[in-house]
């Protein structure tokens, strides 16, 4: 007779092997990103956000599981945000930097030109990559992985890591307690009506129980973690192993060393 497989309860559902970004190890897929997202920072022409944008995309879409809202946001959300973000970044463009180009639009006094919105859309590119290169790590990770392998890994001390943790579970914690006080106002009849006065009338009368809630919820977790000795030693053994395997290595340099290419075939440290 075979022994029963333990099943962490609380464990997500195992992603199948195509959707390979979410076995990589969270520093990893960070620290791959975070040169060529400084970088872009400081970029100023419309080919080296483009690219990395395009890159971006290409491994997202390969290598992530997306939901629905995840989907709908990269390929619709994002592209309409750069439109938009082009045209409000080339309005505030002063007009006497780019006289010399076409002009586009004539209200009274005040003209758009070409040069305006190249300006604009070279701003929205270089956010909407910084932002998608952000994305490849946000949205294949788990905030208790990140942690996990940034106490694993990086040696970052377990009492800052964990109680950081901690803190961070308090916000979906804090979306349940609301959710109840708001069913109990209800179910009491109080605030009614409606409007923006009506509203926060609701809204005052939500803080005095959600601030004893979280308190309680506080004390709970002090003394759960106080229970198992929490920080009482310089280590402590782990449940949950992340580990840096061979392809986390592969994929950093891999990344690494494509951004550097691009870097250095556009210069985009050079002034326009």
């Given at each position: 007779?075979?022994?029963?497989?333990?099943?962490?309860?609380?464990?997500?559902?195992?992603?199948?092997?195509?959707?390979?970004?979410?076995?990589?190890?969270?520093l990893?897929?960070?620290g791959?990103?975070?040169?060529?997202?400084?970088?872009l920072?400081?970029?100023?022409?419309?080919?080296?956000?483009t690219?990395?944008?395009?890159l971006?995309y290409a491994?997202?879409?390969?290598g992530a599981r997306?939901?629905?809202?995840a989907a709908?946001?990269?390929?619709?959300?994002?592209?309409?945000?750069?439109?938009?973000?082009?045209v409000?970044?080339g309005?505030w463009?002063?007009a006497?930097?780019?006289?010399?180009?076409?002009?586009?639009?004539?209200?009274?006094?005040?003209?758009?030109?070409?040069?305006?919105?190249?300006?604009g859309?070279?701003?929205?590119l270089?956010?909407?990559?910084?932002l998608?290169?952000a994305l490849?790590?946000?949205?294949t990770?788990h905030g208790?992985?990140?942690?996990?392998a940034a106490?694993?890994?990086l040696?970052?001390?377990?009492?800052?890591?964990?109680?950081a943790?901690?803190?961070?579970?308090?916000?979906?914690?804090?979306?349940?307690e609301?959710?109840?006080?708001?069913?109990?106002?209800?179910?009491?009849?109080?605030?009614?009506?409606?409007?923006p006065?009506a509203?926060?009338?609701?809204?005052?009368?939500?803080?005095?129980?959600?601030?004893a809630?979280?308190?309680?919820?506080?004390?709970?977790?002090?003394?759960?973690?106080?229970?198992?000795?929490?920080?009482?030693y310089?280590?402590?053994?782990?449940?949950?192993v992340?580990?840096w395997?061979?392809?986390d290595?592969?994929?950093t340099a891999?990344?690494?060393?494509?951004?550097?290419?691009?870097?250095?075939?556009?210069?985009?440290?050079?002034?326009?």
């Amino acid at each position: 007779m075979t022994e029963p497989t333990p099943v962490d309860p609380y464990a997500d559902a195992p992603v199948p092997a195509r959707f390979w970004l979410h076995g990589l190890n969270p520093l990893a897929k960070f620290g791959a990103v975070v040169p060529a997202m400084a970088l872009l920072a400081f970029t100023r022409d419309l080919l080296s956000p483009t690219i990395f944008l395009a890159l971006a995309y290409a491994v997202m879409l390969t290598g992530a599981r997306l939901t629905r809202r995840a989907a709908a946001v990269l390929l619709l959300g994002v592209p309409l945000a750069v439109v938009v973000l082009s045209v409000g970044f080339g309005v505030w463009v002063d007009a006497a930097q780019v006289a010399d180009t076409t002009a586009l639009v004539r209200i009274g006094d005040w003209t758009l030109h070409s040069g305006a919105l190249i300006s604009g859309l070279a701003t929205a590119l270089r956010l909407a990559a910084i932002l998608v290169l952000a994305l490849i790590g946000g949205l294949t990770t788990h905030g208790p992985d990140l942690v996990r392998a940034a106490v694993q890994q990086l040696r970052v001390p377990y009492r800052i890591g964990y109680t950081a943790l901690a803190a961070y579970r308090f916000v979906p914690r804090f979306g349940y307690e609301l959710s109840i006080i708001r069913a109990a106002h209800r179910v009491r009849g109080q605030g009614g009506g409606r409007g923006p006065l009506a509203r926060l009338a609701r809204g005052w009368g939500y803080i005095v129980p959600l601030l004893a809630s979280g308190i309680r919820h506080a004390e709970r977790v002090a003394l759960s973690m106080d229970a198992r000795a929490f920080g009482a030693y310089p280590t402590r053994t782990e449940r949950h192993v992340v580990l840096w395997r061979t392809r986390d290595t592969i994929f950093t340099a891999t990344v690494l060393l494509a951004s550097a290419a691009v870097l250095a075939l556009t210069f985009p440290w050079q002034p326009s």
